[in-house]
Each structure stands twice: as structure tokens, then as C-alpha cells.
Antibody, heavy 120, light 107 residues
Framework: DVQLVESGGGLVQPGGSLRLSCTAS????????MNWVRQAPGQGLEWVAK????????YYGDSVRGRFTISRDNAENSLYLQMNSLRVEDTAVYYC?????????????WGQGALVSVSS | DIQLTQSPSSLSASVGDRVTITCRAS??????LAWFQQKPGTAPKLLIY???TLSGGVPSRFSGSGSAAEFTLTISSLQPEDFATYYC?????????FGQGTKVDIK
């Protein structure tokens, strides 16, 4: 079965940094585009970032571009999100999500999420 | 960015009811629309993609229709496990965007 497990969430002060990880299993991780999607408390869903299979292409949402960096290690079946210059409005549950094999930006499997709280 | 507007934002229904949720896009997205179900404290689950294709393991009481800029999710006979929030999402153009959600609760 496909599994995605996030870790690394926590409480951080505004301006601080945090690194999220997502460990994948049950599929050939290195052959899929991967994404981060977030959900602020009680709010809807917002796509954050996307990375190609070999890491050669990366895309970001406007609200995080220049502050967040998506990366991956295919040997470790792991996806990462380095978050710098965090703001209160970055508080959210962060999900890693797999692109389907047939469509870009169609998220067919999601992890359980990691909560990031930005507060002083 | 493409805006998706869902209606209603919430609804109350009884077990056995037929439920319909609409998603309107700010521009033509062909059939590049998905529907997700989310229960409290859990990740979204893909129900339908390409406007009308049921994802694996999803019960046949769920169906999707529409194209271009207007789409519908229908639950033919609401079951207790269907009380949740439903989101539409377009994957036609970058960046991918979601509707604001429709909460389905017990009447």
C-alpha cells in the first residue's frame, strides 16, 4: 500500500525556520512528481510546492516563493520542505501528496499531515 | 489563478438523501477537475478525477459530472460515513487551486 508519513512539525517563532520530511513507501518514489499542500486551521487547501522526479524542476506558490525550498532524496524515499522566514500566516497542517501518474497536479495519495505553528 | 467557487458552503442532510454540490471555475478547465472528501483530523481523499472518473475503491453512490466551468458532485444516497467536507480542485493550469469546501453534516 502507498504510504506517506510526514514529520518535523512543531512550534516556531516568527522569522524562524523548520524542516519537514515525508517518507514514502509502497511505490517507486523516484518515478513520481511530489508536492506539499497546506491547510490553515479551519480553512481550505493551498498548494505549496512541487518537485520533479529527479529534482531538476521545482515550482512554488506565490505565498512561499523565496522562503520555502522543496527537495527530495530518492535513495531515502524522502521528500523535504525547508521553511525559512516563517510568518504567523504559515501556520497550517502540511501534507505531502503524490502526483498521479497520468496527470500533473492531481494528488492521488496524501500523508496524514504535520502541524506547523508559527507564534511568538 | 483559476478561482473555484463551491455551493453551497454547507448543507444539512439525512441518511438516504440525494446530495448535490456544485463547483464553478472562473475559466474553462475542460474536464481537469477532481473532488476530495475530508473528515476531521484526516487527510483529503481523492474521490473523483477528470470530472467523472471514480477513484479506486470509491463507492458507486458517488458520481461527478460537468465540463468547461461547471461541475457537480452527487451522492445518490447519503450514508453515515459520508458526513465530511468536500473540496473540488482544478488541475488544468498552474497553479492548482481548490474550492473553499462544502461541509455536509447531519440534519
Amino acid at each position: 500500500d502507498v504510504q506517506l508519513v510526514e514529520s518535523g512539525g512543531g512550534l516556531v517563532q516568527p522569522g524562524g525556520s523548520l524542516r519537514l520530511s515525508c517518507t514514502a513507501s509502497g511505490f517507486n518514489f523516484g518515478t513520481y512528481w511530489m508536492n506539499w499542500v497546506r491547510q490553515a486551521p479551519g480553512q481550505g487547501l493551498e498548494w505549496v510546492a512541487k518537485i520533479k522526479q529527479d529534482g531538476s524542476e521545482r515550482y512554488y506558490g506565490d505565498s512561499v516563493r523565496g522562503r520555502f525550498t522543496i527537495s527530495r532524496d530518492n535513495a531515502e524515499n524522502s521528500l523535504y520542505l525547508q521553511m525559512n522566514s516563517l510568518r504567523v500566516e504559515d501556520t497550517a497542517v502540511y501534507y505531502c501528496a503524490r502526483d498521479s501518474s497520468g496527470y500533473y497536479y492531481l494528488f492521488d495519495y496524501w500523508g496524514q499531515g504535520a502541524l506547523v505553528s508559527v507564534s511568538s | 489563478d483559476i478561482q473555484l467557487t463551491q455551493s453551497p458552503s454547507s448543507l444539512s442532510a439525512s441518511v438516504g438523501d440525494r446530495v448535490t454540490i456544485t463547483c464553478r471555475a472562473s475559466q474553462d478547465i475542460s474536464s481537469f477537475l477532481a473532488w476530495f472528501q475530508q473528515k476531521p483530523g484526516t487527510a483529503p481523499k481523492l474521490l473523483i478525477y477528470a470530472a467523472s472518473t471514480l477513484s479506486g475503491g470509491v463507492p458507486s453512490r458517488f458520481s461527478g459530472s460537468g465540463s468547461a466551468a461547471e461541475f457537480t458532485l452527487t451522492i445518490s444516497s447519503l450514508q453515515p460515513e459520508d458526513f465530511a467536507t468536500y473540496y473540488c480542485q482544478q488541475f488544468s493550469r498552474y497553479p492548482p487551486t481548490f474550492g473553499q469546501g462544502t461541509k455536509v453534516d447531519i440534519k
